[in-house]
């Protein structure tokens, strides 16, 4: 059987302009968040399948990377389901562990494992590889790195205030600008709903069919439910909050006039403080509105929710929100969460399209050398540098090759912008 050269559909192989400006975000992202007090972290890439399939990670959860039992448990398990002439629907028996789809919940296991350990609210930084055996896409694979910031034990909107900051401080570190923070809160999602006359078993149906409203518009999501045999006088008076709102501190205030007792109370006033504070406080050029349409698809979100949209990018670049819940389903006891996660693949991927030059502390210098040099002129060019390299400059030292000039335009690509030649008979 020939072997196949390029990767498994999904997943991709990374060239070094691309890994180059990888490690700079990498770089920037520890840099900028530990100003803010974040503390780095890591959970493994493996988790146990009861957790990855507990009905947390929405549709999540239909695209996990399962990994099947080993030796004695997987024959067992196949002798079982022989046995019982199970059919592939109880293929589920032979897997006890699959790859992690996102880091949140991997992240809740941990705290909820190691919580005695850590400090109270703790700051976490947590980055690495995640999968989902999702259709590959602009921007999306099967396998992609996740960059997340987390606050665990913070109930207040400090938290909320905090990962926003640090999250678009970071993005104009590496040259985003006029994007958008877009904010809502799941308690303003559900007063809508309730307010409308819908049912709170219906509530996940109604998100899902909302979240759809940026593609296929007011008239489509109105079509879509009462296709859904939702009541044409619900439908019509959810869809109207949607037409009068603004999306500002205006349109918060609308809310909370018109919807009255369905709306928690502090909601409103919470998304207000929010938009207030980041605004005041914020370094890189973005503007953060108040979205009502705005559901992300995890349903462990229990609060604050908000996304980063880019024009360049057509879409999401990140996004997070409150998650209080989660934790309490290791322990027993609910414990206040949140957390921010950007698209680090799609920031990646717009760097490039941009031909983004990554800024170098110092010169890189390319040393060409002829072929065949001597030993004891080949020593001085190493010692040469050595003593540049002490000296804080990238020394790229390469044989020179017969086409010097293609050779030298390749390096300038990289980033070489001086060259020093030596020769057997000259130094």
């Known amino acids: 059987m020939a072997m196949k050269k390029k990767p498994v559909t999904g997943m991709k192989d990374i060239l070094p302009k691309e890994m180059e400006i990888r490690d700079y975000v990498i770089g920037q992202i520890k840099e900028t968040y530990k100003t803010f007090g974040f503390s780095s972290m890591e959970t493994p890439c493996v988790e146990h399948i009861e957790n990855l399939s507990s009905n947390q990670g929405g549709e999540n959860e239909k695209l996990i990377f399962k990994v099947l039992k080993r ?12 046995e019982a002439g199970a ?51 602009r921007g999306r694979y099967r396998q992609f790195m996740q960059c997340d910031i987390d606050i665990l034990g913070e109930p207040t909107i400090l938290a909320e205030i905090e990962l926003i900051t640090a999250t678009t401080t970071l993005l104009g570190k590496i040259g985003f600008e006029k994007f958008t923070i877009r904010l809502n809160n799941r308690k303003m999602l559900k007063a809508m709903a309730a307010y409308s006359g819908f049912e709170e078993k219906d509530y996940d149906s109604v998100f899902i069919t909302l979240d759809k409203m940026d593609k296929i518009g007011l008239e489509g999501v109105n079509e879509e439910l009462v296709a859904q045999g939702y009541s044409k006088e ?11 709102v603004t999306p500002d501190i205006a349109g918060v205030n609308f809310l909370k006039d018109t919807l009255g007792d369905f709306l928690e109370d502090g909601v409103a006033e919470d998304l207000e403080t929010i938009m207030t ?17 705005l559901v992300r698809g995890m349903s462990y979100y229990t609060g604050p929710i908000f996304e ?4 360049e990018y057509g879409g999401s670049v990140g996004g997070g929100g409150r998650y209080d819940e989660m934790i309490g389903k290791f322990t027993g006891q609910n414990t206040p969460a949140c957390g921010f996660s950007i698209g680090f693949e799609r920031i990646v991927m717009l760097l490039l399209e941009r031909e983004y030059q990554v800024p170098t502390g110092g010169d890189k210098v390319a040393f060409l050398v002829e072929k065949n040099m001597p030993t004891e002129k080949m020593l001085e060019v190493l010692k040469e540098a050595k003593k540049q390299r002490e000296n804080g400059t990238q020394v790229n030292i390469a044989i020179m090759k017969k086409n010097k000039k293609f050779q030298k335009e390749q390096m300038e690509k990289e980033g ?12």
């Open 308 to 311: 980063i949209s880019m024009d």
């Open 277 to 293: 504070s980041v605004d005041a406080v914020k370094s890189a050029d973005f503007k953060i509105v108040f979205d009502p349409t």
């Open 234 to 244: 619900s439908v019509d008076k959810y869809l109207e909050l949607f037409d009068k």
């Open 87 to 137: 059919d592939d629907a109880d293929a589920g028996v032979l897997t006890d562990s699959g790859l992690r789809y996102d880091l949140t919940l991997p992240l809740s296991r941990y705290y909820a494992n190691n919580a005695n350990e850590l400090p109270s609210p703790f700051k976490a930084l947590q980055m690495g590889n995640v999968w989902r055996a999702d259709r590959p896409q």
């Open 416 to 427: 070489y912008s001086q060259f020093k030649e030596f020769f057997a008979d000259r130094l």
């Open 71 to 82: 030796g004695d448990k997987l024959t067992s398990a196949v002798s079982k389901i022989a």
